[in-house]
């Protein structure tokens, strides 16, 4: 059993019971990220919320080591089709320097951390039309000199 | 004269003066983000704020029409290199499905706009490390059935 | 099930009924251009539309749930091979510096959503040869200063 | 001089004067996206029309010529970064195997051609926002069996 | 049954039947480039031709029905590896400009059409070596100024 | 002096005196494509052909070696986008495999030569609209057995 | 049974049976890299030599047939990973050009086809470390002129 | 000055003083491939061949020095298209995986060299068609296990 | 049965007996990255320490042929995208050109073996951060001139 | 004057002074890999080392703002073609998956960092043959659950 296995089992369970996201990332105590990101096999979780996963969505037994595995981060398409992804790439293309400037301008030389991460999505009302607003808060890390 | 010219202007005239991003940005009213981009030439402005952009920076007269126009929005690395905006490429890439499925369980089929959409960069104290805070805020485009 | 499989069955339901594309569309009373492109995957449908699918061309009942997801749009051919959409694909390496332009002199900086989107393909007939006729018709999206 | 040379002309000759892109192909008397198209060096002008060019915007009169030769028509980004010219491409994408399904079942094996093709762009006011509509009109050819 | 299915099934009887591309093709009163790209599956047959196939070689009744498709001709190898293609794909490479020049020399500005198109392949006997003769014969396709 | 160089100066001359590729041809006693594809700097012209054409085109006296050094063959585009040139690439992928079965059923095992290979292109009248007519001719190679 | 099966079942008889690919090639009289080339289904063998290689290994009598096929030569990899592969490359791209230089001075313009061609892979003892010394012989071709 | 520098220096100096490859490689003692390696710039010279090369050629004496450097070894086409180094590459596609089992078979696991490696290019007269001999002769290097 | 099939089974019988990586390298005298390279198909095993492998993980029998192959060393991501393998490839970009200047002044012209070489990964306990400590440890290889 | 500019400056002084990159690295008091990577552009130093470097390399007195400059880190090769990188591109090929597995199993999951890092790069004589001895030494960042 593998990563892509679980992933495909909680799909399935998901639907079958009609549970949303949200919710499920609401009853292991974590955030929907998170729980989303681990779901898809795209994280791992400790064995504690592992386990509750498993509770929760009737999964086999094993597949909570599975779940505490550490995953083999692969994405396919360099640049992604899809649209709903690709508009974040575009942004990452239009916007990526500015935000290496402003990043520098206010911390030094250094990056965002991509590993010490949280990332949350919320739906932002608007008579406008509704807003997705993506946060994205990582460490700030400085380059070493040696 | 073209963006690429422009910019090479705004980055000497900006370190001759001793300028700063956020600065320039609340001298002209505006963002930070949106005003750096725009004086990357990744993004264009209204006359006024153009106009402001010339006096503020003491460009050339010209220069102003040339930040109003359309920028062509050209990346050569099609994943970018640079270890500071690789780290959002990443972020793409390892959150891209996770992302698309909080935002179609939130607000059905459809995605967050790159167009309609505002951006921010804030320096979050920590005692652990300072943290990048990256905010992105798209309309929900939902797609048409026709 | 996923919408590769319902795919696989529309097809084969389509060719044993001996139905058009068109006549489906009719029969499910939306256009044929978004009737195809959801019995290919790659858009979702409202309930509604996807039960009167499934009775129209005697699928299995779970297919209802598959055309309602929100599909990942990917294609994997970067450059199409299949000259009816090389061709395409050609327009858009020949004309698009020119749609830019003239969307830029007609609106102002922003772009032909392909969200809030519709498309139409006719024949129009004509003695020297028909010709085929592509409407393609989508929201302007201004980009917004902040 | 060559075609890029021109179309560097153009463009400055166009600013200086004031001129858009309609009221250019107005007055010689030709569609805004072929006359566009061939400022941009994406299409070759008969003489008549290239001397209109020449005449109406003071190029040097060797221009002419340039405008009449057959251009090379290259494209250096295969996937299109500006998102005014990548959602053409993205709708290739999502669109095109229903393209492909539409024009066999209505016109039988065959294509859209490429080279006897013409295109418009307009605006359509809607309350709602007002849309790009873009009409793709190309003569079918039928593949030939020998 | 698709169309990679019903070429295994063709390659399999050819081989069992001892039947040349030749034979077959003028057994269907076709030409031999013609037949053999449909066998591949890389063009469609009219009805009749389709069934005399089938009647030849003795395959299954559906495979006429596969054999009228409109194929999806793709290729994976943008640069094929095999030789014997690889040399034509080289002699476009070599030749493609000089093409281009003598057929805007001799017909005006426009391109040999690949869809309105016949091809042949002659053995050319010679003493100092056999040679290959291929034949496109294309009809010329002017760009339309609209 | 390069290639590329002396490449512009045939292109200046030729359009100057008003010279066509195929009267250039006839007046050094070669063909066509050969001498194109020479003037282009694809080829390589032995010293009495170069001498030939430097006085033809009252190039400089140094061009006449250059004409003879053996060029060294580069495209970038390993997909072509001009759709001139694009056709032929797309026979290639079409008719490729085609090629190759009917190549090794009249020859066996081997490929057409593209260096000792002739090409011709030809106009043939025709009332429902002139067809391009290629021909390529090279020598069979049998793979040696060792 | 097509190439990639027989070249597996030939690599199980060869381990099962112990014999080494020098073993094999001196058996059926052919040297070691066309014995090897053939085995791994990279090239066509004639009938005798088909025959013999089956009867020495035990194979099914179809895989004849199927070794006497002509293969379709493709390798996925544009620049091959495994490092004894990839050494071979980078003595292309570091001395290809100097191979050109040589060849033209040597032989005039043209190439050294890799179809009239044969390779041998040889051991030199050497105290300091034993050599691979790998032989290229292929015929030289000219370019024609015409 | 850099390694492109006097590449090109040196080419304009054999070239005045009609010296061939084998010439300058006899004169200051070293094989024909090193020395044209060398004088293309994709190997360094020690001192004393550094300064013949620089004597017989009549270079400036800072060319020396550059001649002396480590060279940058880049190759900017990963698949090569000049016919004359393709085959090369050709014949790695085609024979690699054949050289890799007669080098293990022979050496064990490892590869050959191409640092402590040489090259020969040579001519075999022949009276069906002259042949090149190219001869790769590299240490082998067995992999270590720890 | 492959190395592919063979690295499954080492992986499921290191999960069910609790082995770590460290654990079987010591029990078969080995190091650690040497053995896990072994294991995942990318480095061949002296027969000695295969018979030990599969005895210390009950492997099937023939698993110690198989693990003595020579492997062949392919990998899909020309650019890796899990990040802990990223970053490495990152390191190689960013300090690539530094370690050839210093590797040149320390050595002379030449590089480090890939194959003649040792690696070791530590943890560097610290109060501010556990730190990974990667060693690589490659024979110098002097590039020869003859 | 930009980061290249003041990389050609250095590199002209370095030469002209006859200095070693340890030589520069001692006199600023920092490491040969920083100092070296510094000089290149790929890292920014600050005010007191970039004041050290001008002075002793006698740079003109605004290079030293430019030394202090967040460098863009850009690299051309997606795969590096000089042997001396190449080698370390495959080491990451042929050890990444090593890699990953043995700091998962040492630290949990998480990576090493590419910018809290340093490395050294040493010589270890050997009767042998001398060894380059390359470390690398990052703190481990650990995957945030949130």
Redesign the interface.
């Known amino acids: 059993m593998k990563k892509a296995d679980v992933k495909e089992l909680i799909l399935s369970a998901k639907?079958a019971k009609g549970l949303?996201?949200?919710e499920i990332a609401s009853k292991i105590g974590?955030?929907?990220?998170?729980t989303?990101?681990v779901c898809?096999g795209?994280?791992?979780?400790?064995k504690e919320?592992a386990d509750m996963l498993v509770a929760l969505l009737a999964l086999p037994e094993e597949a909570s080591?599975v779940i505490q595995e550490?995953p083999?981060?692969?994405?396919e398409?360099?640049?992604?089709?899809?649209?709903?992804?690709?508009?974040?790439?575009?942004?990452?293309?239009?916007?990526?320097?500015?935000?290496?400037?402003?990043?520098?301008?206010?911390?030094?030389?250094?990056?965002?951390?991509?590993?010490?991460?949280?990332?949350t999505?919320e739906?932002?009302e608007?008579p406008?039309?509704?807003?997705?607003?993506?946060?994205?808060?990582?460490?700030?890390?400085?380059?070493?000199?040696?």
């Not at 974590?30 to 998170?34: E, I, L």
């Not at 795209?42 to 400790?46: G, K, L, V, Y």
């Not at 083999?72 to 994405?75: F, L, M």
């Not at 460490?139 to 040696?146: D, E, T």
Request: charged content about 25%.
């Open positions: 639907k949303g996201w949200e974590m955030s929907p990220v998170w989303t990101s898809l795209m994280n791992s979780a400790p919320k080591a550490c083999n981060k692969i994405w398409q360099a640049v992604p089709t899809d649209p709903a992804i690709y508009r974040l790439y575009e942004i990452v293309g239009v916007y990526g320097e500015t935000a290496k400037e402003l990043i520098h301008e206010k911390f030094g030389d250094g990056i965002m951390s991509a590993i010490d991460f949280e990332m999505i739906k932002k608007n406008k039309g509704d807003r997705v607003v993506v946060t994205l808060d990582g460490k700030f890390l400085q380059y070493r000199a040696w």
